[in-house]
């Protein structure tokens, strides 16, 4: 794997969490529609005393807005990323890592998705930098070995 076509696969693999980001939107835009709608018809306080519904409806909105936010600003993330074809020696954010046992890869944001990429024959995981894998990998090369809990991974190949 090399060059043009690491490169492909890379886009491919943005693309695919790309459109699952805007999948989970989407999700995430009719639950908080749901919810707001469920603020407004709960009994208010004059109504009901003890009754905490439009109050617990009300936090459980604010939670859907939140990753309403969170999701548009991954999308955006996504959508402005430069990924490179240059051959990678050290991890940073855009790299494909391959262990023995995985393939990550190395992006600012989708953390914890997996992505099964035809073309390769393998699942992706998607690491963050802030992520415990993802904090392990960085500025590691091929040949270095990380430490994940009690597994020790040996990093075979970056692209």
Excluded at 2 to 17: A, D, H, P, Q, S
Excluded at 42 to 62: F, H, I, T, V
Excluded at 74 to 103: M, S, Y
């Amino acid at each position: 794997m090399r060059g043009t076509k690491i490169l492909e696969i890379k886009k491919r693999i943005v693309k695919v969490l790309r459109n699952k980001l805007e999948e989970n939107l989407a999700i995430a835009g009719r639950q908080f529609e749901r919810t707001r709608q469920d603020v407004i018809e709960a009994p208010g306080r004059m109504q009901s005393r003890y009754d905490s519904s439009k109050q617990e409806s009300g936090y459980l909105a604010d939670s859907w807005q939140n990753r309403i936010r969170q999701l548009k600003l991954a999308i955006i993330t996504l959508k402005e990323l430069k990924i490179n074809d240059a051959p990678q020696e050290e991890i940073t954010i855009g790299a494909l890592v391959e262990t023995e046992k995985d393939l990550y890869f190395v992006l600012p944001v989708g953390g914890g998705e997996k992505i099964k990429d035809g073309q390769l024959n393998k699942e992706v995981i998607i690491v963050t930098p802030t992520s415990p894998i993802g904090k392990s990998l960085l500025n590691k090369t091929a040949g270095d070995c990380i430490l994940l809990g009690p597994k020790k991974l040996t990093i075979i190949s970056v692209f």
